[in-house]
T-cell receptor, first 114, second 110 residues
C-alpha cells in the first residue's frame, strides 16, 4: 500500500540530546513537509522540500534540521537548541509544491522531553 | 499573512443529527481549501479539496462549500454517526503557503 511511514511513534528525550524522526514515502511525491502540532493550535510548518538535495525553512525552523538525500526520505532532527521540543510531529507529502493540492500525512511521532 | 479560524473548538451532538462545521479565513486570494479529519494520536486524512474556482465538493455524507468573497467554508455532515467523532481541520492555501485552523473536536453520542 502506498503511504507515508513515520517512526518512531513515541520518543522520549533527555534535555541536551538530539533526536531524529524518520519519514519515508512510497507515493513518488516530489514535495515533503514537516509540521509541528501543539494542543489547541493549528499545524505549523518546520521545513519543506520540493526536490532531492533541496529544502527550505518554514515558520518555526529554529532548533531543527532536515536532509533530503533520497526522494523517498525526509528525516527531521530535533536538536538541543530547540527550547520546547515536546510536541506531536507530522510528516506530509504532495505531488508538487505549488500549488500543493492534496496533502498526505503520516501517523505522526510524539516526542516528549524528560 | 493568512489567518484561519475554526469555531467552535468543540461540538457534541446526538447520533443522527445533521451538523455544520465552520472555517473562516482572512485572505480571499486562495488556491484551494482542504478539510481534514484527525483521530486522536493519529495523522490527518484529507476529506475534501475545493479548488478556488469551485463552490462545493461532496463525498458521501460530507459536503464542503466555499465562499471566497466572505472568507468562509463550511463542512456539512449528514446523519452523523459515532464513528464521525474526531477533530476536523481546515487548511487554506495561497501563494505557496498553507495555513491550518486549530480544528473543531466533534463528538457524536450514541
Amino acid at each position: 500500500d502506498g503511504g507515508i511511514t513515520q517512526s518512531p511513534k513515541y520518543l522520549f528525550r533527555k534535555e541536551g540530546q538530539n533526536v531524529t524522526l524518520s519519514c519515508e514515502q512510497n507515493l513518488n511525491h516530489d514535495a515533503m513537509y514537516w509540521y509541528r502540532q501543539d494542543p489547541g493550535q493549528g499545524l505549523r510548518l518546520i521545513y519543506y522540500s520540493q526536490i532531492v538535495n533541496d529544502f527550505q525553512k518554514g515558520d518555526i525552523a529554529e532548533g531543527y534540521s532536515v536532509s533530503r538525500e533520497k526522494k523517498e526520505s525526509f528525516p527531521l532532527t530535533v536538536t538541543s537548541a530547540q527550547k520546547n521540543p515536546t510536541a506531536f510531529y507530522l510528516c506530509a507529502s504532495s505531488t508538487r509544491l505549488a500549488p500543493t493540492g492534496e496533502l498526505f500525512f503520516g501517523e505522526g511521532s510524539r516526542l516528549t522531553v524528560l | 499573512k493568512q489567518e484561519v479560524t475554526q469555531i467552535p473548538a468543540a461540538l457534541s451532538v446526538p447520533e443522527g443529527e445533521n451538523l455544520v462545521l465552520n472555517c473562516s479565513f482572512t485572505d480571499s486570494a486562495i488556491y484551494n481549501l482542504q478539510w481534514f479529519r484527525q483521530d486522536p494520536g493519529k495523522g490527518l486524512t484529507s476529506l475534501l479539496l475545493i479548488q478556488s474556482s469551485q463552490r462545493e465538493q461532496t463525498s458521501g455524507r460530507l459536503n464542503a462549500s466555499l465562499d471566497k468573497s466572505s472568507g468562509r467554508s463550511t463542512l456539512y455532515i449528514a446523519a452523523s454517526q459515532p464513528g464521525d467523532s474526531a477533530t476536523y481541520l481546515c487548511a487554506v492555501e495561497n501563494n505557496n503557503d498553507m495555513r491550518f485552523g486549530a480544528g473543531t473536536r466533534l463528538t457524536v453520542k450514541p
